[in-house]
C-alpha cells in the first residue's frame, strides 16, 4: 500500500510539473507580446518627435542656405534617436518603420500559439494521465481486496485439501492420534524441561531442537535453579497447515496452553522470578517432520515408547540413535519429530 501511494504522488508531481510548464509558456508568449507592442509605439512616437523637430529648424532658419537647413534638419533627427533608445539603427532612417510593424504581429502569434499548445494537448494528457492513474490503483486495490469470509474459508479449504491428499498417500494417518500425539509430547518436554533431563525428550525432537533446548536448560543447571513449569493444560491444538521442503513434508499445529511458569533458587527453594500463583496462557506452533514417502503405523498410540524401525524399547543416546538397531531415530525417516518450537503469544 506504501509502495502505491509513493506512486501516486510521484505521478501527481510530474503532472504539477507538466502544468507550470505548459502555463509558464502560455504567459511568456503573451508577455512578450505585450512587451514588443510597447516597444513599437515609443519607437514610433521618437520618429514622430523627431520629423517635428526638424521641421521646426527648417522653418525658424529663413534665409539660410538650403545645405545648412538640411545640416540642422538631420542633426536634430540624429539626437532624437540617440535620446529614445528605440532600436535606431545608425545610417537607416527606415530601418525602425519596418521593425516596428513586424514585431507585434510575430510576437502575438507566438503567444496565442503557446496557449493554444497549452490549451489543447496539455490540459487533454494531464486529463488522460490522471485517467490512468486512477484507473491502475482501482485495479490495483481491487485485486488486492479479499474479504474477511474469503480469508478465512480458504486456508481451511486448503488444509482440507492437503490432509485429504496426505490421508490417500497414508491411510493409517489419524488426524486425532496425530494431535493427541503432539500434545502429549508438549507435556514430555515441559515436564523434562523442569526435571533437567532434557534426554528423555531426544526421541521426539531433531537434531538441531535438541541440541539448542539443551544448551538453554544448562544454563539453568550451571546458575543452580530450577525453571519450574505446573499445572500443564492443553485448551486446544490442531493442525494449522501442511508445507512441503524438499523431500521432507511438515504438519504445523497450533497449541494453546496454560501453565505456571516461575524459577526457583535450588538450595533456598525461594522464588527468584516469576509468580507461583500466575497461571499463564501461552500460544505456540510446533513443527512435525518427516521424509515424504514415510508411513503412519497401525495402531499406533500416542506416546513413543518403541524404536520405529526395530520395535525395541525405546533407548536413544544423545546422537538420537537407536542402542539396539543403531538407526537415527530422531532424523524423520521413521516417523513424525519435532523440528521447531515458536511461541506466538504470552498473557
Known amino acids: 500500500m506504501f509502495k502505491d501511494k509513493k506512486r501516486l504522488l510521484t505521478i501527481l508531481a510530474l503532472f504539477t510539473i507538466i502544468s507550470f510548464v505548459f502555463s509558464s509558456a502560455a504567459h511568456s508568449g503573451v508577455g512578450n507580446s505585450t512587451s514588443h507592442s510597447s516597444g513599437s509605439k515609443s519607437s514610433s512616437g521618437s520618429k514622430s518627435k523627431s520629423s517635428g523637430s526638424g521641421s521646426s529648424k527648417s522653418s525658424?532658419?529663413?534665409?539660410?542656405?538650403?545645405?545648412?537647413?538640411s545640416s540642422s534638419s538631420s542633426s536634430s533627427v540624429s539626437g532624437q534617436s540617440s535620446g529614445t533608445g528605440s532600436g535606431y539603427t545608425a545610417g537607416s532612417a527606415g530601418a525602425p518603420t519596418g521593425s516596428a510593424s513586424s514585431s507585434p504581429t510575430s510576437s502575438k502569434a507566438a503567444g496565442f500559439a503557446a496557449a493554444m499548445l497549452a490549451l489543447f494537448v496539455g490540459l487533454?494528457?494531464?486529463?488522460?494521465?490522471?485517467?490512468?492513474?486512477?484507473?491502475?490503483?482501482?485495479?490495483?486495490?481491487?485485486k488486492g481486496t479479499v474479504r474477511p469470509q474469503e480469508a478465512a474459508v480458504a486456508p481451511r479449504q486448503m488444509l482440507i485439501a492437503d490432509l485429504t491428499s496426505l490421508k490417500e498417500r497414508d491411510p493409517d494417518f489419524n488426524e486425532d492420534l496425530f494431535i493427541a500425539k503432539v500434545s502429549n509430547i508438549y507435556i514430555q518436554l515441559q515436564e523434562s524441561w523442569e526435571a533437567k533431563e532434557w534426554q528423555k525428550v531426544r526421541p521426539f525432537e531433531s537434531d538441531e531442537l535438541f541440541n539448542m533446548h539443551k544448551r538453554q536448560l544448562q544454563e539453568f543447571i550451571d546458575s543452580n535453579t530450577t525453571n519450574v513449569v505446573d499445572d500443564i493444560a492443553v485448551l486446544k491444538a490442531q493442525i494449522h497447515n501442511y508445507r512441503e521442503y524438499g523431500d521432507t513434508e511438515t504438519l504445523n499445529v497450533y497449541l494453546k496452553a496454560r501453565i505456571k511458569d516461575y524459577v526457583i533458587d535450588d538450595a533456598s527453594k525461594k522464588v527468584i522470578e516469576g509468580d507461583p500463583r500466575q497461571e499463564i496462557v501461552m500460544e505456540y506452533i510446533l513443527s512435525m517432520s518427516r521424509k515424504k514417502g514415510v508411513l503412519s503405523r497401525s495402531g499406533e498410540g500416542t506416546a513413543v515408547k518403541t524404536c520405529p524401525n526395530c520395535g525395541a524399547n525405546i533407548s536413544i543416546n544423545a546422537a538420537g540413535e537407536c542402542k539396539y538397531c543403531g538407526s537415527v531415530v530422531t532424523s524423520g525417516d521413521f516417523d513424525w519429530v519435532l523440528t521447531r518450537l515458536d511461541v506466538l503469544s504470552q498473557t
Do not use: Y
Open 60 to 69: 525658424s532658419s529663413s534665409g539660410s542656405s538650403s545645405s545648412s537647413s
Open 124 to 142: 487533454p494528457l494531464l486529463v488522460v494521465l490522471a485517467g490512468i492513474v486512477a484507473l491502475a490503483v482501482f485495479l490495483r486495490r481491487r
